[in-house]
């Protein structure tokens, strides 16, 4: 496989004629691809780059999965306007266990070097962390979009924030990377990579970063704003999830979720079905992806209840406050379920139900629909 043919849907891939020497020497490449452990879940869009790590396995080369354990008590500060809310240690931990299984669903096992970037950054003592302030200055820092707009707007700018990129470049040295990927709001920190090995007197890694995805919403696809489609959802959930993408992006998602190109003129919602199909197939197999599909062609499309679903018990109060009940079976908030309930969205047995306040003998035994997708079948 080519240099191009690696760096495919690249955006920046620096310096200019940098991979094709990296190749030229012959030798297995380590390729770095670090992870901050902030949510529990890795999602399609922080596929993309693992998709390039994949197709660098293919050719022999090793993935070296970083799972930034460590820096997510900093909190990587790119593309934010303010500064990240920092998880607790059994949060970071807990979010740190389900990365790896779910990064396999793209990489080789066997071909992935996982690592705790808590191995290297833990054991550094203030005399190493005053080498790394030494190599870029502070006015370096502040060019950052990031960093430039919050110091003019007069907003907070934590010594800890300026830190972060010398650390996810100390990555880079401790696993002599030879390729960094991540998205193109990582160039920053990729390029200080670049300028850390240096110093540390290795050569200096190839960057390439790769476009991020922008969800049904038309923003970056983000588990903090819940725009997101987890490699780790259920497969209907993955499916439902993967058909709000509006026609407009279905061209950019085969590009980069499929690597594939679109058919001009094609029906656009055969292509999202199978979209939808594939990213299934990938996390939970084609079963799944099968029934996912005949589940949303039933509940969504065709407006009916699924042939299965979960029971839930009914409350013994009678009237039953339907606020409450779908605040207990379907994690809403009462100001969410109102919501719904005013909008026309909560439904009994198929009937819109508009009072707050329901007669139990209306729910016994009866299907509980909140918006399209949610149902439970109530007790007695």
């Given at each position: 496989m080519s240099a191009a043919e690696l760096a495919r849907n690249a955006v920046h891939l620096l310096p200019a004629g940098g991979l094709e020497a990296k190749l030229a020497l012959e030798r297995p490449l380590r390729v770095k691809l670090g992870i901050d452990v902030t949510s529990p879940d890795i999602h399609v869009g922080r596929g993309i780059p693992l998709q390039r790590m994949r197709a660098f396995q293919d050719e022999g080369h090793v993935g070296v999965l970083i799972i930034g354990d460590y820096t997510t008590r900093i909190g990587d500060p790119s593309g934010r306007s303010v500064e990240r809310p920092i998880l607790s240690d059994e949060e970071i931990d807990r979010n740190a266990r389900t990365y790896v299984e779910q990064a396999h669903q793209?990489?080789?096992?066997?071909?992935t070097e996982v690592r705790f970037n808590s191995e290297w950054l833990a054991g550094l003592s203030f005399a190493d962390v005053i080498r790394l302030t030494r190599i870029m200055t502070v006015a370096q820092m502040l060019e950052r979009d990031d960093f430039a707009g919050r110091y003019v707007g007069g907003q907070p700018i934590s010594v800890s924030e300026l830190l972060y990129p010398l650390m996810q470049a100390y990555d880079s040295v401790a696993i002599e990377?030879?390729?960094?990927?991540?998205?193109?709001?990582?160039?920053?920190?990729?390029?200080?990579?670049?300028?850390?090995?240096?110093?540390?007197?290795?050569?200096?890694?190839?960057?390439?970063?790769?476009?991020?995805?922008?969800?049904?919403?038309?923003?970056?696809?983000s588990s903090s704003v819940g725009n997101n489609i987890p490699l780790a959802a259920a497969a209907e959930e993955q499916f439902g999830r993967t058909m709000r993408i509006p026609d407009a992006l279905l061209g950019e998602w085969y590009r980069l979720v499929l690597e594939a190109d679109l058919e001009d003129g094609g029906d656009p919602l055969a292509a999202k079905l199978a979209l939808a199909r594939a990213i299934v197939t990938r996390s939970h197999g084609p079963d799944a992806a099968r029934a996912a599909e005949e589940h949303f062609t039933r509940v969504v499309r065709q407006g009916q209840a699924p042939e299965e679903m979960a029971e839930a018990p009914l409350p013994p109060e009678d009237p039953v406050h339907l606020p409450a009940l779908l605040a207990m079976h379907f994690g809403l908030s009462t100001s969410e379920a109102r919501r719904l309930i005013g909008q026309g969205g909560i439904k009994v047995d198929g009937e819109v139900v508009s009072e707050l306040d329901v007669p139990r003998a209306r729910l016994s035994e009866a299907v509980l629909q909140a918006g399209k997708r949610r149902f439970v079948r109530l007790g007695k």
């Open positions: 793209i990489l080789i096992p066997d071909r990377a030879d390729v960094e990927l991540g998205g193109t709001d990582q160039l920053y920190n990729l390029l200080a990579g670049r300028e850390v090995m240096e110093t540390y007197g290795l050569e200096p890694q190839v960057v390439l970063t790769t476009p991020l995805l922008l969800s049904w919403d038309g923003e970056k696809m």
